[in-house]
T-cell receptor
Framework: DTGVSQNPRHKITKRGQNVTFRCDPISEHNRLYWYRQTLGQGPEFLTYFQNEAQLEKSRLLSDRFSAERPKGSFSTLEIQRTEQGDSAMYLC????????????FGQGTRLTVV | DAKTTQPNSMESNEEEPVHLPCNHSTISGTDYIHWYRQLPSQGPEYVIHGLTSNVNNRMASLAIAEDRKSSTLILHRATLRDAAVYYCILSPPPQKLVFGQGTRLTINP
C-alpha cells in the first residue's frame, strides 16, 4: 500500500479555466476528505465522503467547486472558472471506517492560477 | 467545532525533550484529542490521539489533564526531523478534523 496518492502534484492554470484533481485513498478506507491550505495557514476542511456519499460540504466551498467519489473509491475535485484566490494546496485524506480519527494525508496538489 | 489554543511557535534543542501545550477548555465529553504534524512541503501526518488517559506510541506521548481542558504532546528526544507545525485538534470520531494555526516547532542543532 503506497498511501494516499494525489495527482497531479502541481498544476498551473490560467484564470477562468477549469481544473480537476484526483485522489486515490488507501484501499478499503471508507472515508475521504478534501482540504485546502494556503501559505501560513492550517488546512481548511472542504468536503467529506463516506463511501460514495458526500456527507458534508463546507460553506467555504462555492458553487464553482464540486467533488465526486464514484463507486466509493477514488475521488475528484473540480474547480470551474478558476480565480486567483483559488491558488492553494489541495489536500486529500482518507481514514478507515472503524478508526478513531487517524487520517492519512496525501502530499497534495499545488494549484497556481495565473 | 471546539476550539484549541496553541502557542504560535516554540524552539528547542536537538536531543532534548519537547513539551507542546494545547488548551481546550470547551472540550466536550465525546471529543478525542488528536495531534498531527506537518513537515515542510508535506501533507499533515498523524502523531497521536487520546480521550482521557495518557497515551504513548513510537513517535510521542500525550499527557491529558484530569479535567481534559488541556493536553501536552511530548517528544522525548527531539531530532532535526521533528521540526514541523504541530496541530492539536478536537474531534468526536468519525467527524472531520478542523485544523487551527498550530505551533511551529524549531529544533536547534
Amino acid at each position: 500500500d503506497t498511501g494516499v496518492s494525489q495527482n497531479p502534484r502541481h498544476k498551473i492554470t490560467k484564470r477562468g479555466q477549469n481544473v480537476t484533481f484526483r485522489c486515490d485513498p488507501i484501499s478499503e478506507h471508507n472515508r475521504l476528505y478534501w482540504y485546502r491550505q494556503t501559505l501560513g495557514q492550517g488546512p481548511e476542511f472542504l468536503t467529506y465522503f463516506q463511501n460514495e456519499a458526500q456527507l458534508e460540504k463546507s460553506r467555504l466551498l462555492s458553487d464553482r467547486f464540486s467533488a465526486e467519489r464514484p463507486k466509493g473509491s477514488f475521488s475528484t475535485l473540480e474547480i470551474q472558472r478558476t480565480e486567483q484566490g483559488d491558488s492553494a494546496m489541495y489536500l486529500c485524506a482518507s481514514s478507515p471506517n472503524r478508526g478513531r480519527g487517524e487520517a492519512f494525508f496525501g502530499q497534495g496538489t499545488r494549484l497556481t492560477v495565473v | 467545532d471546539a476550539k484549541t489554543t496553541q502557542p504560535n511557535s516554540m524552539e528547542s534543542n536537538e536531543e532534548e525533550p519537547v513539551h507542546l501545550p494545547c488548551n481546550h477548555s470547551t472540550i466536550s465529553g465525546t471529543d478525542y484529542i488528536h495531534w498531527y504534524r506537518q513537515l515542510p512541503s508535506q501533507g499533515p501526518e498523524y502523531v497521536i490521539h487520546g480521550l482521557t488517559s495518557n497515551v504513548n506510541n513510537r513517535m510521542a506521548s500525550l499527557a491529558i489533564a484530569e479535567d481534559r481542558k488541556s493536553s501536552t504532546l511530548i517528544l522525548h528526544r527531539a531530532t532535526l526531523r521533528d521540526a514541523a507545525v504541530y496541530y492539536c485538534i478536537l474531534s468526536p470520531p468519525p467527524q472531520k478534523l478542523v485544523f487551527g494555526q498550530g505551533t511551529r516547532l524549531t529544533i536547534n542543532p
